[in-house]
């Protein structure tokens, strides 16, 4: 069984930083692509970010520019750098891995952008 743990979140200000991780157990995690997604109170959730096995990226158009998805495959974690952070991007964050025919879920992680 797969899981996935999410951490990193957190309060910050405005224009601030915060890098959010993505554990998971297995060792499958090589070849699953790797997404995160984010949920606002009252909104529906929302895609964010993909990397793929091989490396390759995309994010959404609100986020394109400020953050940046990785993921180390030796520590079987993903990343997502938030830079530039606005009051907007505050939603409780999820990282969710797809292998084959099975998507995986993890907890989530708040983060809220605030002064």
């Known amino acids: 069984q797969v899981q996935l743990v999410e951490s990193g979140g957190g309060l910050v200000q405005p224009g601030g930083s915060l890098r959010l991780s993505c554990a998971a157990s297995?060792?499958?995690?090589?070849?699953?692509?790797l997404g995160w997604y984010r949920q606002a109170p009252g909104n529906e959730r929302e895609w964010v970010a993909t990397?793929?096995?091989?490396?390759?990226?995309n994010y959404a158009d609100s986020v394109k520019g400020r953050f940046t998805i990785s993921r180390d495959n030796a520590k079987n974690t993903a990343y997502l750098q938030m830079n530039s952070l606005k009051p907007e991007d505050t939603a409780v964050y999820y990282c969710r891995m797809v292998v084959g025919a099975r998507i995986h879920w993890g907890q989530g992680t708040q983060v809220t952008v605030s002064s």
């Open positions: 297995g060792s499958i995690f090589r070849n699953g692509v």
């Open positions: 990397i793929t096995g091989g490396g390759s990226t």
